[in-house]
Structure formats: C-alpha cells, structure tokens
C-alpha cells in the first residue's frame, strides 16, 4: 500500500521561507495535494497538482506565496513557501488524488503523517 512521507517543516520567522517535499513509498505518478490543519482548526486545503504538473490549484490565502511543484524523475511533490506568516502556522500534510473536488480532502488517500510549520511574529 502506498504511503507518503512529508519533509522539511520546522520554525522560521514571519517573512521567511520553508520548502516541504512530499515523497511516495512506491514510484507512481500521481495527482497530489497539500493540506494544513492549524491547533483547534479544521483541516483545510492549501494546494494541488496534477499528476503531469499542470494544473495546479491554491487556496486564496496563500496564492503569489506558496508554489507547488512536481519533479516525477524524483518522485516527489514540492511546497515552496515564501513570505510565510503566523497564520501559516499548521501542521502540513500531502495526500493521493482520488478523484471529484480536489478542495476537499475526502477525495485524498494515503496521507502522511504530516510535519510541523511554525511561524513566529
């Protein structure tokens, strides 16, 4: 069974950058998406790829800060995250495309277990 394997969280301060990898157990190429869930918050939607590497979706919060990317030789999927924000703050999470709307995150599998991002003021 697949299962994903998240990188490259941690603490920077508000205006910094972070880069967070997304890497499958198995070599597929596959539609991937990113998810946060901030402490006492739902998980939300931050942003999606398609398996060829376009399209790729944001949320509005993060649009012009945030770029997914994929490298399929590597196997991996990228979130470069620049001009970070306390409000970033969350715990980041990557999940398998299934199908239907990709701002919802039933329609992920094979989630990670996810890795901290912490932005201080």
């Known amino acids: 069974q697949v299962q994903l394997v998240e990188s490259g969280g941690g603490l920077v301060q508000a205006g910094g950058s972070l880069r967070l990898s997304c890497t499958p157990s198995?070599?597929?190429?596959?539609?991937v998406g990113w998810f946060r869930q901030a402490p006492g918050k739902e998980r939300e939607f931050v942003a999606h790829?398609?398996?060829?590497?376009?399209?790729?979706y944001y949320v509005n919060s993060v649009k012009g800060r945030f770029a997914i990317s994929r490298d399929n030789a590597e196997n991996s999927v990228s979130l470069q995250m620049n001009s970070l924000k306390p409000e970033d703050t969350a715990v980041y999470s990557c999940?398998?495309?299934?199908?239907?709307?990709?701002?919802?995150?039933?329609?992920?599998?094979?989630w990670g277990k996810g890795n901290l991002v912490t932005v201080s003021s």
């Open positions: 198995e070599r597929a190429v596959r539609s």
């Open positions: 999940g398998i495309y299934s199908g239907g709307n990709v701002y919802d995150d039933i329609n992920y599998w094979a």
């Open positions: 790829i398609h398996w060829s590497g376009s399209p790729a």
